[in-house]
C-alpha cells in the first residue's frame, strides 16, 4: 500500500529565513506527487504538483519542490518565508493507475517575526 | 468564479443523533469529493461522485454515512447514528473531471463535534 510520511509535524522559523518542509513516499511504481496548504478556517489550496517531466516544480507564493526518485522524497522548500506562509502543508500522492489522492499528516509551518 | 460552499460551518450534536452536511460544487465541475480530516491528520476520502455517479466509496463506513449527489450539482453527506470518532473536519472538494491529477478546489469545510 502507498503511504505518504510527512516527518516534521511542526516547523518553526523567523520570517525571512528558508524553509524546507519534507515529505517521503513509499511506493515501487510511478506516482504523482502534490502540495496542498491549508490557511487557518479555510480549505485546502494546491500549491504544486509533479506529473511528469522536470524534477523542479515551480508553484505559487514563492514555493518549489524537487521530485527526488531515488529518495522517493518531494520536499517542499522557499528560500524566504512571510507572516502569511503561516498554514498547515500536505503532502499527497497518487499511485499511476489509482484514482485518489493519499495526504500524509500534515506540516504545520509556524513563522516567528 | 464562486469558490466550493459548504454548510454548516459548525456543528456540535451528541452521540447517536443524526447530522447532514451540504456542498455546492463549482459550477460546470463534474466530480465531487467528500474527506474526513481529524485533528492531526491529513484528509481521507469517503466518497467520489461523477456527475450523479458513485466512483469510489470504498472507504465510506456505510452502516452510519450516507451521501448522494441528485442533478449531479449539490452534495450531502449524513452520519446516522454519529459516534465520538466521527469528529473530524468534513472537506467537500470539486474538479473539473475525474482524472485525480486534475486540481481539486476545496471548501472551508464543516467541523463536526460530537459529544
Known amino acids: 500500500a502507498q503511504s505518504v510520511t510527512q516527518l516534521d509535524s511542526q516547523v518553526p522559523v523567523f520570517e525571512e529565513a528558508p524553509v524546507e518542509l519534507r515529505c517521503n513516499y513509499s511506493?515501487?511504481?510511478?506516482?504523482?506527487l502534490f502540495w496542498y496548504v491549508q490557511y487557518p478556517n479555510q480549505g485546502l489550496q494546491l500549491l504544486l504538483k509533479y506529473l511528469s517531466g522536470s524534477t523542479l516544480v515551480k508553484g505559487i507564493n514563492g514555493f518549489e519542490a524537487e521530485f527526488n526518485k531515488s529518495q522517493t522524497s518531494f520536499h517542499l522548500r522557499k528560500p524566504s518565508v512571510h507572516i502569511s506562509d503561516t498554514a498547515e502543508y500536505f503532502c499527497a500522492v497518487i499511485l499511476e493507475g489509482a484514482q485518489k489522492l493519499v495526504f500524509g499528516q500534515g506540516t504545520r509551518l509556524t513563522i516567528n517575526p | 468564479e464562486a469558490g466550493v460552499a459548504q454548510s454548516p460551518r459548525y456543528k456540535i450534536i451528541e452521540k447517536r443523533q443524526s447530522v447532514a452536511f451540504w456542498c455546492n460544487p463549482i459550477?460546470?465541475?463534474?466530480?465531487l469529493y467528500w474527506y474526513q480530516q481529524i485533528l492531526g491528520q491529513g484528509p481521507k476520502l469517503l466518497i467520489q461522485?461523477?456527475?450523479?455517479?458513485?466512483?469510489?466509496d470504498s472507504q465510506l463506513p456505510k452502516d452510519r454515512f450516507s451521501a448522494e449527489r441528485l442533478k449531479g450539482v449539490d452534495s450531502t453527506l449524513k452520519i446516522q447514528p454519529a459516534k465520538l470518532e466521527d469528529s473530524a473536519v468534513y472537506l467537500c472538494?470539486?474538479?473539473?473531471?475525474?482524472?485525480?491529477?486534475?486540481?481539486?478546489?476545496f471548501g472551508p469545510g464543516t467541523r463536526l463535534t460530537v459529544t
Open positions: 459550477s460546470g465541475h463534474a466530480t
Open positions: 511506493s515501487s511504481v510511478s506516482v504523482y
Open positions: 472538494a470539486s474538479s473539473v473531471y475525474s482524472t485525480p491529477t486534475y486540481e481539486q478546489y
Open positions: 461522485f461523477q456527475n450523479n455517479g458513485v466512483v469510489d
